[in-house]
């Protein structure tokens, strides 16, 4: 096996190419933040909650999303209500064994969903078939839709109210740009709530 080391400047091209996907999306991206944060903070100033749902790295970054909401991101606050579909295990393999995959998060949307919650529906690609069952049963029910994907929102694009694409030619430059997205919603909403 051969030693493909890589060098200091390649290395900084990388990280480059990354800085420039953050840059991008601040650039085409702060106004959908910032009305996802508005419709996110006045449904919690309602008695609603936020839902979040992701396949893979993006069920990471639900769980993430909730623990800043539901903890503390910045500053202390009373705990605000947002919880990651992604993180219950028997209800998960028990949807999954019994009715298939793609209705692991829309199953859950009918069980937990109110006219005054939000649904956060993350897709870097914008095609993941349980996170679009899960805007379609979220829209059904009165929730509003946000999405977070890649810079083509695919199909999840036409069931959001607010649809905020973080720039990225690859997969994992997508996910940087949508952690720096994820942050930035976290922030606006502790300054609205």
């Known amino acids: 096996m051969k030693n493909k080391s890589i060098t200091e400047a390649q290395l900084q091209r990388e990280l480059l190419k ?54 503390r991101f910045l500053k202390e606050r009373k705990a605000l209500p947002a919880m990651a579909l992604t993180t219950d295990s028997s209800v998960l393999t028990a949807e999954a064994n019994d009715h298939g995959f793609g209705t692991v998060f829309s199953r859950q949307v009918e069980a937990l969903g109110n006219k005054e919650d939000v649904l956060l529906a993350i897709s870097t690609s914008g095609r993941s078939p349980n996170v679009i069952e899960a805007a379609k049963a979220a829209k059904k029910k009165g929730l509003i839709v946000i999405g977070l994907t890649g810079p083509v929102p695919g199909a999840l694009g036409k069931y959001c109210r607010v649809c905020i694409k973080a720039a990225g030619d690859k997969t994992f430059r997508i996910q940087e740009s949508m952690l720096m997205v994820e942050h930035a919603l976290c922030d606006l909403i502790e300054k609205r709530y």
């Open 18 to 71: 990354s800085a420039q996907a953050l840059v991008e999306t601040a650039e085409t991206s702060a106004g959908e933040i910032i009305r996802a944060a508005g419709l996110i903070a006045g449904a919690f100033k309602k008695g609603g909650k936020l839902l979040i749902c992701g396949n893979g790295g993006s069920a990471a970054d639900s769980q993430h999303i909730a623990a800043e909401l539901v903890v």
